[in-house]
């Protein structure tokens, strides 16, 4: 008797050892995947799918016919409406991308060395924190209506300022200036980023271990000679991830330069996204041809952001691979 109830008591031990809880697992996972396939993997199909075809108008968005690659061969040929138009509207997006991101990453790991220096012992640091990142968390319709107030003409904050400082004599049409133009919307785009990137810097600083910063306190190190010969080399994955995002959100600008100056003056604010956003959405609604800049799009942005991987791979690592391969 005792023998069977200690059977059975193995039993339904052994019975619940064989509950397989690994499906809850897609349980959680599937509101994601489910987002995905409709919000993003479809409208990256239907774009290629409307890049190949001749849909243009809404009347064709859905009885398109595909007519191969002569879409993109546009975006190829000099003699086209559409090639410099793009082209151009790229080097802009390259331009004022580059000229707020430099910056950008610079103050960034300026700001995140100091916060996370034990010898500096900075006051408010929390404070800081806040008010560097709250442009982050302001809409770009808001900060757009801002920044057009400030240097709007010819009454406005910038232009009495400059009067009053004798450093103009008559009120500046910023936005009808190129360089101003540009100028501007690569401030504001810094501006609203630099914090979120410092943030980022922050966190990837907190994880090294700080038994390295206390041996190179013993050592004597300076604050510099510590920030070159530890923090920037071992958060090198953070800096390409940053890149990597700035990158393809740069490319991809389209709220502040469509809501600040509208592509103006003559087109030389006028990004990548605009110029797709002006294809399919205004005109004859070439739908087609504004698919076609996307995955053109989309294809500088895998290269480019393979090229970044290539150039901040860990070499050590890679020699360490090899070498056991060997």
């Known amino acids: 008797m005792q023998q069977s109830v200690a059977g059975t008591g193995r039993g339904r031990h052994k019975g619940l050892s064989k509950v397989n809880y ?22 990256i199909v239907f774009t290629f799918r409307t890049s190949l075809s001749d849909a243009i108008g809404w009347g064709k968005i859905n009885s398109s016919k ?25 080097g802009n997006t ?8 430099i910056p950008q990453i610079l103050l960034a790991l300026l700001l995140a060395s100091w916060f996370t220096d034990s010898r500096m012992r900075l006051r ?16 770009a319709a808001t900060i757009a209506v801002l920044f057009y107030s400030i240097f709007s003409y010819p009454i406005a904050p910038a232009n009495s300022l400059l009067q009053q400082l004798g450093i103009l004599h008559a009120p500046f ?63 090198k994955p953070i800096l390409l991830f940053n890149l990597v995002t700035s990158m393809i959100g740069g490319l991809q600008m389209f709220d502040i330069p469509h809501l ?50 290539w150039v901040l791979r860990d070499r050590d690592s890679a020699r360490s691979l090899r070498r056991k391969a060997s």
Do not use: H
């Not at 409406?81 to 790229?90: A, E, G, L, Q, R």
């Not at 797709?276 to 504004?290: D, H, K, L, M, V």
């Not at 076609?292 to 393979?306: D, G, K, N, Y």
């Open 66 to 90: 595909i007519i191969g690659f002569d879409n993109f061969r546009l975006y190829m040929d000099p003699a086209s409406p559409v090639y410099w138009d793009f082209w151009n509207s790229f």
């Open 173 to 235: 049409e910023f936005f009808r200036s190129t360089t101003a133009s540009r100028t501007i919307i690569s401030f504001v785009q810094w501006w609203m980023w630099y914090g979120n990137t410092m943030i980022i810097m922050i966190a990837g600083i907190m994880g090294i271990s700080p038994e390295l910063y206390e041996a190179a306190l013993v050592d004597g190190c300076s604050s510099r000679q510590t920030f070159y010969r530890i923090t920037l080399p071992l958060i």
């Open 260 to 309: 600040l100056t509208e592509g103006n003056p003559n087109k030389t604010t006028n990004t990548v996204a605009r110029f797709i956003y002006q294809q399919a959405f205004t005109g004859s609604r070439n739908f087609n041809y504004a698919s076609a800049a996307s995955i053109i799009l989309f294809i500088f942005i895998v290269i480019i952001s393979l090229m970044l991987f």
């Open 94 to 101: 390259l331009l004022i991308w580059i000229a707020n991101f």
């Open 124 to 139: 408010f640091r929390g404070g800081f924190k806040m008010l560097i990142f709250m442009p982050n968390i302001i809409t």
């Open 22 to 43: 690994n499906r809850y697992g897609y349980y959680f996972v599937a509101p994601f995947i489910i987002v995905f396939l409709i919000f993003q993997l479809y409208p």
